[in-house]
Antibody, heavy 119, light 112 residues
């Protein structure tokens, strides 16, 4: 059974760096084809894809946020870490960790974690 | 503004069928058979309902079906039930710049 769970701060101040951790089980990020990504959703708004990391450490980042995003993996801990620098109130959103099925499809989602950016 | 265009809302009565459209371009919806649909109930994480245009994951009701014509994909829900009331999002793999996947703006389905 595949599960993913996000963890990190619920409140960050403007200009600070956000670090979110996705801890997963039921699969390995060393298996060919596997990918783990991040998607966010501002309150009342649509989903926005942020980043994806593959089993071979290949990475994809949203072009509009690329300069602010970093995604890394720790296969020994079954974790994927997303960092976003220079946080702004518009970055307030629920951040989801997701398992890639293939193509651009995500078949398993974490419960999400709401991050509020406010001074 | 989302990359894929969906109607903001649709509605239907129990037992009826509804269709939600998702319009993109030849760089996403029209160029690949990697269109997915997600259902999201309030306060919950999205749930995959359709992948690769028309495939249903195990456990998803066969009342949900997907299709594609040109740059527009569609999700059809037949035999509407109260539990189908939710937000629905389409997504597509894309070759636009280095973007990996784009989402639609979401459609609120109301079961009357």
């Amino acid at each position: 059974q595949i599960t993913l769970k996000e963890s990190g701060p619920t409140l960050v101040k403007p200009t600070q760096t956000l670090t979110l951790t996705c801890t997963f089980s039921g699969f390995s990020l060393t298996t060919t084809g596997v990918g783990v990504g991040w998607i966010r959703q501002p309150p009342g708004k649509a989903l926005e894809w942020l980043a994806l990391i593959y089993w071979n450490d290949d990475k994809r980042l949203s072009p509009s946020l690329k300069s602010r995003l970093t995604i890394t993996k720790d296969t020994s801990r079954n974790q994927v870490v997303l960092t976003m620098t220079n946080m702004d109130p518009v970055d307030t959103a629920t951040y989801y960790c997701v398992h890639r099925l293939g193509g651009g499809t995500f078949d398993y989602w974490g419960q999400g974690t709401l991050v509020t950016v406010s001074s | 503004q989302s990359a894929l265009t969906q109607p903001a809302s649709v509605s239907g009565s129990p037992g009826q069928s509804i269709t939600i459209s998702c319009t993109g371009t030849s760089s996403d919806v029209g160029g690949y058979n990697y269109v997915s649909w997600y259902q999201q109930h309030p306060g919950k994480a999205p749930k995959l309902m359709i992948f690769e245009v028309s495939n249903r994951p195990s456990g998803v009701s066969n009342r949900f079906s997907g299709s594609k014509s040109g740059n527009t994909a569609s999700l059809t829900i037949s035999g509407l039930q109260a539990e189908d009331e939710a937000d629905y999002y389409c997504s597509s793999y894309t070759s636009s710049s280095t973007l990996y996947v784009v989402f639609g703006g979401g459609t609120k389905l109301t079961v009357l």
